[in-house]
Structure formats: structure tokens, C-alpha cells
């Protein structure tokens, strides 16, 4: 039914159905929600900030060295998903496998790095029941890693499918909306960076 | 709001400008939030405001440049465009209400508590209790 309209070829292939229309548009309010559930996680941490109890301060734990590293992987993964769309767009299977691929190599290092952060502040005395503070911190940094590694299976298993069925109207709003999650990653490490880790670094310092 | 085609077409270009570009702003501000908050020594607030202030310049070049937020499905509607940019500003409206609410009602709660602790010394036993109760894991 709706492949069956009638498209001039500039129209990108993930608009060209109408149930890729409509799910891009649906996946767009979705994002609205998943604003709205990580500005209450960012709510209960900011209200948190200072009570660290008996526990170690984010002053003595944060390392500015670590979270840089993390939010250059993520936003270089972000540039990359932008470019693997723009390959797709130009009908080039084999850019967007590449570009794709390096986008969720990305992901994993930051992945990797989070996973490394959270051990060390573990063995350093600081775990989820550590002090409320420290509560506040891993889940809305660890709901944020949970995100990402959703994002890299789901994309991953997209990416399998693009491979067996091709560039179709169908596969590629899919591709479509799991880049636009992608995207809505590193919208939330921007605020992650600002308002856990700098925000964290500067009121406790002073 | 620019022609939804017009941002559609132009994807068929060679070297996607609109995302190097983005990239580039993004480190850049990036690079500014860290001086601000540790080479320049303005008073914390002035540095929350600054960085904040670039957390969301930032969000919005990723939703313009890299996601497309404004561009519509349909040829001659910019509906969708419009649909999707308004969500999404309403979703920060409540994100800013419910954090920027969440903060204010907390501290103010505690500039009252703080101020009544101080010249409640000779209270009676029940009041210190009840501060207790509240402020026993406060450090």
C-alpha cells in the first residue's frame, strides 16, 4: 500500500512509506518522554549535591581526564551516525555500514570508559548506597549507560537486517529513527558533562 | 524556518557541511565550558549560568545539524517539522521547570530550616527532633 505512491527520487527512502513517516514523527514525541524522564533524574542529583554522608566527595573521585575522554568518544559517535546518514541518503550501503560501524566502535570505547569509571569509584569507596549523593549519580549515569548499550544492539541488529534485505523504504527508517536515538545520546551526555561533572566539580570546590 | 525540501535535497551533496560544522561548534564549546569553569575565576554562579548556557547551544546544534529536527516527511507541509521542533520544546519546558522547580523548592526549604536551626537553641526538645529527622544524613 504505501510503497505503492508515487516519489521523485530526492524524497529520502525512510519518508517514502507512510509507515516510515509516521514512525519517524512517532519516535520524535517518544524523545519528548525520554526528556522528560531524565530531567527527573537530573533533579534528584542536583537536589542531592551535597549529601555525601560519611562517603568520598565528587571532588575527591571525579577525574576530569576520564569525562573528557568519554564525551569525545560520544560526540566524535555522534558526528560519525550524522555522516552514516548522509551516506545513506545518498543510497551508499557500503558508507553507511561504514560510518555505522565506526559510530558503535565509538560507543563501545565511551562504554568501556564508563564501566572502568565506576569500578574505580567502587574500590575507592563510593557505591550506589555509599550516600544519597553517590545514588543520585550512577543511576542517572548508569540509566545513561544503559541507554547506550540498548542503542548499540539495537543498531547492530538493524545493521543485520539493512545487510539481508537491502536499502528499502522500510529498513532505512529504521536506520533513520535508531540515529536519531543515537543523537539523543549525546544531547543527554552534553547535560550529563554539564550538570553531574562540572556542575559536581565547581560547587564543591568552592 | 527554511523550505523542508531545500534541507532535503541538499543532503545529496558530497562533503556533508551542515555536520562538520556542528562537530566543530560542539568541541568548541566543549573546549569553552571547561576553560570557564577552570581558568577564569568568576564567582560559581556566573560559571553555572555560562556553561549551562552552552549545554544548551549545544543540544540545539545537535537537534539542527546532526538530527534533522526541523525537517518534514511531506513535500509540500512543514507540518511534521513543526510538530516535531514544538514537541521537543515543550519537553525542555517541562525538563527546566521540573529540575530549575525541583532545585529551588529543595534550597529554599533549607534556608528555613537553617535559619530557624540557629536562633532555636533554647527550643524545646520536639523541634530538635523533628530537624533531626530531616537533616541526619545532611553533611
Not at chain 2, 552552552?54 to 539542527?64: D, E, G, P
Request: hydrophobic share 50%; charged share 15%; aromatic share 12%.
Amino acid at each position: 500500500m504505501a510503497h505503492a505512491e508515487v516519489h521523485d527520487h530526492n524524497t529520502p527512502l525512510e519518508y517514502q512509506s507512510e509507515t516510515g513517516r509516521l514512525n519517524i514523527l512517532g519516535f520524535w514525541i517518544f524523545l519528548g518522554a525520554e526528556i522528560a524522564l531524565f530531567s527527573t533524574l537530573f533533579a534528584t542529583y542536583l537536589v542531592l549535591m551535597f549529601r555525601t554522608a560519611d562517603g568520598p566527595t565528587p571532588h575527591e573521585l571525579f577525574e576530569l581526564k576520564g569525562v573528557l575522554i568519554e564525551t569525545f568518544l560520544l560526540l566524535t559517535s555522534s558526528f560519525t551516525c550524522g555522516i552514516a546518514i548522509h551516506e545513506m541518503r545518498r543510497r551508499n550501503r557500503k558508507g553507511l555500514f561504514t560510518w555505522m560501524i565506526i559510530t558503535l566502535a565509538l560507543g563501545a570505547g565511551f562504554l568501556g570508559y564508563e564501566i572502568y569509571e565506576f569500578v574505580t569509584y567502587v574500590h575507592e569507596g563510593a557505591a550506589l548506597g555509599t550516600s544519597a549523593f553517590w545514588s543520585g549519580f550512577f543511576v542517572i549515569v548508569g540509566t545513561h549507560g544503559l541507554h547506550v548499550t540498548m542503542g548499540i544492539a539495537w543498531i547492530t541488529l538493524i545493521l543485520i537486517q539493512v545487510a539481508r534485505r537491502g536499502l528499502t523504504p522500510q529498513t532505512s527508517a529504521k536506520v533513520f529513527i535508531s540515529s536519531l536515538y543515537w543523537h539523543f545520546l549525546d544531547v543527554v551526555w552534553i547535560f550529563i558533562f554539564t550538570a553531574v561533572y562540572l556542575t559536581g566539580m565547581v560547587l564543591h570546590n568552592g | 524556518m527554511a523550505n523542508p525540501q531545500d534541507s532535503l535535497s541538499r543532503e545529496h551533496g558530497g562533503i556533508p557541511w551542515k555536520h562538520v560544522i556542528g562537530y566543530l561548534l560542539s568541541i568548541i564549546l566543549t573546549a569553552l565550558a571547561l576553560w570557564v569553569t577552570f581558568e577564569t575565576g568568576f564567582s560559581t554562579r556566573t560559571i553555572l549560568i555560562i556553561i549551562f548556557i552552552f549545554a544548551f547551544l549545544q543540544a540545539a546544534l545537535q537537534l539542527l545539524m546532526f538530527m534533522h529536527m526541523t525537517e518534514s516527511s511531506e513535500k509540500k507541509s512543514k507540518l511534521t517539522g513543526q510538530t516535531q521542533t514544538g514537541n521537543i520544546l515543550f519537553a525542555a519546558f517541562i525538563a527546566i521547570v521540573i529540575v530549575a522547580g525541583s532545585v529551588w523548592v529543595m534550597s529554599a526549604g533549607h534556608a528555613e530550616h537553617d535559619h530557624h536551626k540557629m536562633d532555636s537553641k533554647t527550643h524545646d526538645m520536639k523541634m530538635d527532633g523533628d530537624m533531626k529527622m530531616d537533616h541526619g544524613d545532611h553533611k
